[in-house]
């Protein structure tokens, strides 16, 4: 299989001298997390394969007052080592070998997590001039006798496109019609700066139950090294991703799980200083690309741009290439089944390097574009 890429360009990005942009914020763990974590390690527990029982009820707590979701902490959570662990493990227990999933895109790097479980994905592009909003006539047009399943990326990486809830209804009454699952990977929901604002899936659930829903904490929490997320699910698909996740990892570590009671639960000021930063870091950048003449889709939500740079005649490896010999580190489209054109393009640094990014990116369109 090829290499997941954003890793793999992490890998090459350490031969160029490249502007640091983080994807999530590095901060150091606040004193109340990791006094939890200390408690933990002189505990020994009794094995629990779902996850700690206090984390399911933290979790249900937070999804409803957060949200107004009515969630069973028994039976309708599991803990898992993070967003992409659970999603591989929900894709390998819910589909069989040939089923299809409708999955539009630019998106996430679900492909190879897809065909893992034996599964193809199809891919439904979706366009910058609708604002990378699904098009549900192509989304309709795709499913076939095959189609098990649609993915989702609520909100979307690497475009920032945030689905109102009628946007997400119309997407689950297609589900109904053909009775398909919906799957959504939604770790981006502290990262909204503007728009209709984030509505989980499971929110419209009494129209269409068939949804199971992926989180992490590494986005939301600055929770990146603990690898901690969780699985959101009716019982009846559920208890089969359970199974499948205990033949996979049996459980996740008791540690890491009670600093993630304490994450959540505890005083969240030290978060909320940075998170309140992103949107004029996005702003920043994206009058920045502007400025060099790139057209690019301000997002409502995420910590990256999609910026299209097809008028420099680059695409895919070479234009991921140009952007590190500028010290810009950015993944072409095509890594993400969408244009290959554009690259994604984090502001996840300083106000400082963000200007400096957008020096550099004018002086690559004055380079190639004349």
Not at 149 to 154: E, M, V, Y
Not at 212 to 230: C, D, E, H, M, Q
Not at 276 to 298: C, H, I, K, Q
Request: proline fraction near 8%; charge should be negative; include cysteine.
């Amino acid at each position: 299989m090829e290499r997941l890429p954003a890793l793999a360009l992490t890998e090459r990005a350490r031969e160029w001298s490249v502007l640091p942009m983080p994807g999530v914020p590095a901060l150091p763990m606040p004193k109340h997390v990791l006094d939890a974590a200390a408690e933990a390690a002189t505990r020994v527990l009794p094995r629990e394969t779902r996850g700690r029982p206090e984390l399911r009820r933290v979790v249900a707590d937070h999804l409803g007052q957060q949200f107004g979701l009515d969630v069973d902490p028994e039976h309708e959570l599991l803990v898992t080592h993070g967003a992409q662990h659970g999603m591989s493990v929900v894709l390998r227990a819910l589909l069989s070998p040939g089923d299809e999933v409708v999955v539009p895109a630019p998106t996430y790097f679900f492909d190879g997590m897809v065909r893992m479980a034996g599964a193809r994905p199809v891919y439904v592009p979706s366009r910058p001039e609708l604002g990378w909003a699904t098009d549900l006539d192509a989304l309709r047009a795709a499913v076939t006798p095959a189609t098990r399943a649609i993915l989702l990326c609520n909100p979307a990486n690497p475009t920032g496109h945030t689905p109102a809830r009628q946007e997400l209804a119309e997407i689950l009454a297609l589900a109904a019609e053909h009775g398909l699952l919906v799957l959504s990977d939604e770790s981006y929901a502290r990262y909204v700066h503007s728009g209709p604002g984030y509505a989980p899936q499971q929110s419209l659930r009494d129209g269409w139950p068939e949804l199971v829903t992926v989180t992490s904490l590494s986005k939301n929490y600055a929770f990146t090294p603990w690898r901690i997320g969780y699985v959101h699910a009716p019982r009846k698909l559920l208890d089969r991703v359970h199974r499948a996740f205990e033949w996979d990892a049996i459980a996740v570590g008791d540690v890491p799980q009670a600093a993630a009671c304490a994450v959540i639960t505890g005083p969240q000021d030290w978060l909320d200083v940075v998170y309140s930063t992103f949107r004029r870091r996005r702003d920043l950048l994206a009058a920045a690309v502007e400025a060099a003449g790139l057209p690019v889709v301000r997002p409502d939500s995420g910590i990256f741009l999609f910026p299209d740079f097809a008028a420099l005649g680059l695409r895919g490896r070479a234009l991921e290439d140009a952007l590190l010999r500028h010290g810009i580190p950015g993944i072409a489209g095509d890594a993400f089944h969408g244009p290959a054109g554009h690259a994604r393009l984090l502001y996840g640094g300083t106000e400082a390097d963000l200007t400096e990014v957008g020096n550099r990116l004018a002086a690559l369109v004055k380079e190639l574009g004349g």
